[in-house]
């Protein structure tokens, strides 16, 4: 059965590691550009930042989040972008928030970073995804209305 695509929604989760620190004037600069866009596009995620890492969930229509994970992938404040979950969802997790903020602590359980376990890198999607989703639920997300 054919579906009209622009009613096909998905899911994306990715990781990356900051090309250089991670300071308060960028992550203004990418939650101004993230307010505007994505509110816009119908896109809304969480990002998680710290620890040199970037986590971001951004969900909408298919061909809006893929247009956007272009866009981000080459952006130069990152690098080692990679993909750890991609799925079509019936429902949003992250409807409320344009681009929700949390920032990642060294004590936070995904980002025990003298844990030699530690790395994204092979991590489970879904198991990144489920850390992502308890982050957001116990920390203090800075809230980006989607307006
Ligand atoms: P322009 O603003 O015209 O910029 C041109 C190029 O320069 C692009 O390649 C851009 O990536 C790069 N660039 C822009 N500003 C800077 C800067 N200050 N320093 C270095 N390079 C820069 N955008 C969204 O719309 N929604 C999001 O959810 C989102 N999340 C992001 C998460 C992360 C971790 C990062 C690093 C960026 C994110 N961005 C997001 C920003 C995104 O990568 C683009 O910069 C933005 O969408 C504007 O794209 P543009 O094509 O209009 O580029």
Same mark, same amino acid.
């Given at each position: 059965?054919?579906?009209? +695509? ?6 994306? *989760?990715?990781? +990356? ?8 004037? =960028? ?7 993230? /307010? &505007?866009?994505? %509110?816009?596009? $119908? ?6 930042? $710290?620890? $040199? ?11 809006? #989040? ?6 981000? &992938?080459?952006?130069?404040?990152? /690098?080692?972008?990679? #993909? ?16 929700? !903020?949390?920032? *990642? +602590? ?6 025990? !970073? ?8 092979? %991590? ?8 992502? =989703?308890?982050?957001? %639920? ?5 809230? !980006?209305?989607?307006?």
């Amino acid at each position: 059965m054919r579906v009209p +695509s622009h009613s096909i929604n998905v899911r994306l *989760l990715y990781v +990356s590691r900051a090309a250089g620190p991670q300071t308060t004037t =960028m992550t203004t600069s990418i939650l101004a550009h993230a /307010k &505007a866009n994505n %509110a816009q596009q $119908g896109i809304t995620g969480v990002l998680c930042q $710290g620890q $040199g890492f970037f986590f971001q969930v951004i969900e909408g229509q298919r061909s809006r #989040v893929n247009a956007l994970y272009r866009r981000i &992938a080459v952006d130069a404040r990152h /690098k080692d972008v990679e #993909v750890l979950h991609y799925e079509e969802i019936q429902e949003r997790r992250f409807g409320q928030w344009s681009m929700a !903020l949390v920032h *990642l +602590s060294v004590d936070d359980p995904m980002v025990r !970073l003298q844990h030699p376990d530690f790395d994204p890198y092979s %991590a489970s999607g879904p198991q990144v995804m489920q850390q992502v =989703m308890d982050l957001l %639920a116990a920390g203090q997300p800075i809230e !980006l209305p989607r307006t």
